[in-house]
């Protein structure tokens, strides 16, 4: 039995709902889904539903709010017969819903879809004039069934923690070996303290004080933490980093679905730009061809922005 609606909860749930289509980048694409609809809709709770379309290299998909759904019988929409491989796709067209005087029509296109709700005449004449076959889908029973971005979103912040501590567990190893050699050093040269003078005791103590793993090499271990979080969490990837003392210049990869305060959690410094294949080049700093960081403090002075 098709999905019945009272007239109010139809017209809350298709009026804010959207659709869209996004560069298939990365192996989380269904994260990237949530990321951008919680964008689009100014809420941090929505439920979704979306297919990979590998030919096309997207991912298409429908979005609302999670709190417009309370009095919906069913997440299973009949309208998500305009997604590929759904048993009632018939191709590029106009998937139509009606209830009362009011439509919202998924219009896929073969490589783009988008959402129209309006009186039933003008979506009627929309679809009309655009020259698209029109679908009902008002007796679909089997939809893809929409559900909270929350499981999609955990799925990539574990998978994300698991990346970072592995990363974390490498630099901290290499910190405790230092921090190992400077207690070594400092041992040996506290047991020769009695035989010498107090000037040379003096200038031995700042000597193994020196050794000591101290707070400057905590923050560089952060600030390697940092960059290799915002990445990771993007599914992106570090190109190039480099760092001379408190400065750092770095090149990451990116997916171009991802927005603007993405972007900025790299330092107000970082800039992106466009790199083709659906990602993007975000840098800090200038990184020369052999690796070499020149001048990291000079890099552009406001972070890039997404499509």
Known sequence: MATVFAQDT?????????????????????AAVALVARDILGTEDVHTVSVREPVLKRILYFAVPSRLL???????LPLTAALPGHPAHRGPGAYVLTHANRSVAALFTGTQLRLLFNDRDIIAETIAEQ?????????VQDGYPLTS?????????????????????????AAGLIYLGSQLATGYYQSKLDAISDRKELALQRFTSDLSLNSKLAEQISMVQLVASNTVRTGGWIERYR????????????????????????GSEAK??????????????????????????????????NR
């Open 10 to 30: 139809f017209d809350e749930v298709f009026g804010q709902m959207i659709a869209g289509a996004l560069p298939l980048a990365g192996v989380n694409a269904e």
């Open 70 to 76: 309370t009095s919906v019988p069913s997440f299973a």
């Open 131 to 139: 020259g698209l076959p029109e679908f009902d889908v008002g007796e």
């Open 149 to 173: 971005s929350y499981a999609a979103l955990q799925q990539r912040v574990d998978t994300t923690s698991e990346r970072v501590t592995r990363v974390a567990g490498v630099v901290t190893l």
């Open 243 to 266: 760092q001379e003392g408190s400065k750092e210049a770095f090149e990451v990869m990116v997916p171009e679905w991802v927005t603007r305060d993405i972007v900025q959690s790299f």
């Open 272 to 305: 992106a730009e466009l790199a083709g294949d659906g990602m993007v080049r975000v840098r800090r700093g200038k990184i020369t061809e052999k690796g070499t960081v020149a001048g990291a403090s000079e890099a552009a002075s406001s972070a890039g922005s």
